[in-house]
């Protein structure tokens, strides 16, 4: 390949590169920023007829993001209204369609060394994240009341300061393509100009 093709290969390959990366960039930055508020709760003992047992199966998960619960806490937080006026809806917004948009931000995560459950929500409205996981918590305490289970509230979910780090995919392919891309032209243009500046030797008569 001669100096002038891997020129304007290298060339090629820069703007490519540049443009790629630049868009990765670009799309994250006008991507919605996520806040996630976690709380925490013990379900660590209930009183059955073997005793005190530990309380963190599958099943308190799955009860932490039952219909019945969460259409409790829309109802409680209003959230068929609120997210209607976000959505610039006039009527609120059907239960089963809300209580899908809550499921979908709602993530129950069990300690394994410990019966701590935790209850994290991601919502484009920091404290809307903690007043829904909150909501969440105490719902499951009232509800675990009216049986012979035992919650107790371990952290109270706060407003977060910072939002979540989330880079799509797409875009962390195309900043690192272009990445690579770019750092291949520049190997090939630097490779071009050092042998265009290096002396030709002068014939001898």
């Known amino acids: 390949m ?4 891997k020129a ?6 820069l703007v490519v590169g540049v443009f790629l990366a630049g868009s990765g960039l670009l799309v994250r930055s006008i991507l919605p920023e996520y806040f ?20 963190t199966s599958q099943a308190e998960i799955e009860r932490l993001r039952s219909d019945e619960l969460l259409c ?8 068929q209204r609120r997210w209607a006026a976000r959505f ?18 709602v993530q129950v995560r069990k300690d394994h060394e410990s019966a ?4 994290s929500v991601v919502s484009e409205d920091r404290r809307e994240a903690a007043d829904i996981a909150n909501e969440i918590a105490r719902m499951y305490q009232v509800t675990a009341s009216r049986g012979n289970r035992t919650v ?3 952290a109270k979910a706060e407003p977060p300061v910072r939002p979540m780090q989330l880079f799509p995919w797409p875009c962390l392919v ?6 690579l891309l770019f750092v291949g032209g520049l190997v090939l243009v630097l490779t071009v100009l050092l042998r265009a500046s290096r002396p030709r030797p002068v014939a001898s008569d």
């Not at 304007?8 to 390959?13: K, P, T």
């Not at 996630?36 to 309380?55: C, I, L, N, R, Y």
């Not at 701590?116 to 209850?119: A, R, W, Y």
Request: charge should be neutral.
């Open 152 to 154: 107790r509230l371990v």
């Open 174 to 179: 195309a900043v690192s393509l272009g990445g």
């Open 8 to 13: 304007i290969v290298g060339a090629g390959l």
């Open 2 to 5: 001669s100096g002038a093709v």
């Open 72 to 79: 409790r806490v829309i109802t409680n937080l209003h959230l």
């Open 116 to 119: 701590v459950l935790e209850i």
């Open 36 to 55: 996630q508020a976690t709380a925490k709760v013990s379900a660590d003992t209930f009183q059955g007829q073997g005793g005190v047992k530990p309380e």
């Open 88 to 105: 610039k809806e006039e009527a609120p917004l059907p239960v089963d369609v809300t209580c899908a948009m809550v499921r979908s931000q």
